[in-house]
């Protein structure tokens, strides 16, 4: 069973970055497409940023040229890098497979609040 363990959330001002990770045991990611995802209050979960096993990436739209996703595979963790960040980026992040619907269970997410 896969577990998943997100971290580096925070409050932070407008403008400003953090970097997220994403912890994985009991698989080798890197055999999957794993991505980032987030869901703010009142909203349903989206797709933020997603990796490949070859390492290709690609991004919504919403955080194109700000975010980042980045592997380490000998340490099974993934990141997110972002930056200018903006106040309808915050939502709690969680990691997972790609697409949603192969997703292994959910973990409890980091919280990500960026004050204007």
């Known amino acids: 069973q896969v577990q998943l363990v997100e971290s580096g959330g925070g409050l932070v001002q407008s403008g400003g970055s953090l970097r997220l990770s994403c912890a994985a045991s009991?698989?080798?990611?890197?055999?999957?497409?794993m991505a980032w995802y987030r869901q703010a209050p009142g909203n349903t979960r989206e797709w933020v940023a997603r990796i490949s096993f070859d390492g290709s990436t690609k991004y919504a739209d919403s955080v194109k040229g700000r975010f980042v996703i980045s592997s380490d595979n000998a340490k099974n963790t993934m990141y997110l890098q972002m930056n200018s960040l903006k106040p309808e980026d915050t939502a709690v992040y969680y990691c997972?497979?790609?697409?949603?619907?192969?997703?292994?269970?959910w973990g409890q997410g980091t919280q990500v609040t960026v004050s204007s």
């Open positions: 009991g698989s080798n990611f890197r055999m999957y497409t």
């Open positions: 997972n497979r790609y697409p949603a619907i192969v997703a292994f269970s």
